[in-house]
């Protein structure tokens, strides 16, 4: 309903922390358990983006040196779908805890399948690597929304730090990709690549130590389950997931068998599944009779912020595939005499928002003190039409690598200054808000929502990745940054609605 009383029937969550009061500003004027959740993000986020950092130049490499040998675009395409997988897992993962495990026991247990996943990559096998893969995007699914339900538990919804815990808790983001393609980049290109997949998993083993050793900060924060499911459910929901497991082995298996079976179709039916299953999820979670009216609007402006990061992250995520290939083939790798691997230009963005994140958290306390930050909308708007921007700037750069030239590293690291900007206006922002507007039986199940507009972004981006084959490099640019200007004006044109249904939530 439009900014009116708030009905509620479902009371918003109370401060879970059960850390005493002597801790409540012991990290940075934080409660003491989100030091726990940074470091454990910290080291999880190392390992991801440290395995990401070779991921599609690893999928790349022909055969006979090593890798899976795909073709560039092929390549890319797999590298997007695998990004949507492992943040569409985040909706089961964020089922599991509101209504089996509870958030805290699911971050472990994703936290140890990842780590296993890592390791798998570090053996020199094809189906160990395949089966890697697999296994990091379900620990991932488990680990990622649920790290940050706690985050959020940690503090009464009204709490006024509760953005900045969020804020604190994205530096730890950055601080672990920052320092992983230095790192893991480096190995895995320079010594061994398997040595690098291994060096990831060491890095989710550190944050496993973190976690275990510091779980006694957190208080009651995610110590159990949202929801709890009735045996009935439970056995309804093993059932369903029985059934479906079996049906695409069946699949799979008659496929290959036929001769059919290609990558390209698994890009396709991830991307199916990745832009159908948000929009039944919604369907779904409307359609709860036990929602409030204020509920079900906040609902509805949850879902324009969900499509404007879907766009977002379309483009944003391509800094791993499109971009790292670009560094790879197009860049001159040396800045005055000193060479570096392509992966390092992973670590630019996260560099960028190590140094300016406390910029912009000081810019809308600044602001707020005057009553003139910009609305959620408003921000979101600024943020598709910075993403656009960046992919035009990347059409500019296209040109100037024209006919075999290979061009200077900072057109790179102007596009990846302009995404990040774009993004401290959008991630962060969406990231707490998602917290506020969810009903509160679905606190997790919303965050892993959250995620899948990452998954329906990068399941897009599996087939626009395929332009490639059929325009030029630098239309390839041109055309998704248009795409992402037009969406940022549509919300822009809309912030007045969109507040609206919002309700009381800032």
Not at 272 to 295: C, K
Request: with cysteine; aromatic share 14%.
């Amino acid at each position: 309903m439009a900014g009116g009383t708030e009905l509620r029937d479902v009371p918003e969550p109370a401060p879970a922390s059960g850390a005493p009061p002597e801790d409540e500003h012991a990290f940075f004027g934080h409660p003491r358990g989100l030091a726990t959740l940074f470091m454990t993000e910290l080291w999880e986020r190392f390992s991801f983006y440290g395995m990401r950092s070779l991921l599609v130049l690893f999928l790349a490499l022909p055969a006979d040196q090593g890798g899976i040998g795909l073709d560039s675009v092929t390549a890319a395409s797999v590298y997007s779908v695998y990004n949507s997988l492992v943040y569409m897992l985040a909706i089961p993962g964020g089922w599991i805890a509101d209504r089996l495990w509870g958030a805290r026991r699911a971050v472990l247990v994703g936290g140890l399948v990842i780590m296993g996943g890592h390791f798998s990559l570090a053996v020199p096998f094809t189906a160990t690597f395949w089966c890697g893969l697999l296994l990091i995007a379900l620990g991932t699914g488990l680990l990622k929304p649920n790290v940050s339900a706690i985050v959020g538990q940690l503090y009464h919804p009204d709490d006024p730090r509760r953005d900045g815990g969020f804020t604190v808790f994205y530096m730890a983001i950055n601080i672990g990709s920052f320092f992983a393609p230095l790192v893991v980049g480096t190995v895995g290109q320079n010594v061994s690549w398997h040595l690098g997949f291994s060096l990831a998993g060491v890095g989710m083993a550190l944050g496993l130590v973190q976690y275990v050793w510091g779980r006694r900060h957190l208080g009651h924060a995610g110590a159990v389950p949202g929801r709890p499911a009735e045996p009935a459910a439970r056995r309804r929901v093993l059932r369903l997931s029985a059934l479906w497991a079996g049906a695409a082995a069946v699949f799979f298996a008659v496929d290959a068998g036929a001769g059919w079976f290609s990558i390209g179709q698994v890009v396709d039916i991830l991307g199916i599944v990745g832009v159908g299953l948000p929009a039944w999820y919604f369907t779904r979670l409307r359609r709860d009779r036990e929602l409030s009216a204020l509920e079900r609007s906040r609902m509805s402006a949850f879902m324009w912020f969900f499509i404007a990061a879907a766009v977002f992250w379309m483009i944003y995520d391509q800094s791993g595939s499109t971009l790292t290939q670009f560094a790879t083939d197009d860049t001159d790798l040396s800045v005055l005499g000193f060479h570096f691997p392509s992966s390092w230009f992973q670590s630019v963005n996260p560099l960028f928002i190590i140094l300016l994140a406390p910029v912009f958290a000081w810019l809308w306390q600044w602001l707020t003190l005057r009553d003139r930050n910009p609305s959620a909308p408003v921000k979101f708007a600024l943020g598709l039409l910075l993403i656009g921007a960046s992919f035009g700037l990347m059409g500019l750069a296209e040109l100037a690598a024209s006919g075999g030239q290979k061009v200077s590293p900072f057109w790179l690291v102007g596009v990846y200054f302009v995404q990040t900007v774009a993004e401290l206006t959008l991630s962060p922002v969406g990231l707490s808000l998602t917290t506020k507007l969810a009903p509160a039986k679905y606190v997790s199940q919303l965050l892993g929502l959250w995620f899948l507009a990452t998954a329906t972004g990068d399941a897009v981006a599996g087939w626009t990745i395929r332009l490639q084959q059929v325009v030029s490099a630098d239309a390839y640019f041109y055309l998704q940054g248009a795409l992402a200007a037009l969406c940022g004006m549509a919300v822009w044109l809309a912030a007045g609605r969109i507040r609206d249904l919002m309700g009381a939530v800032k």
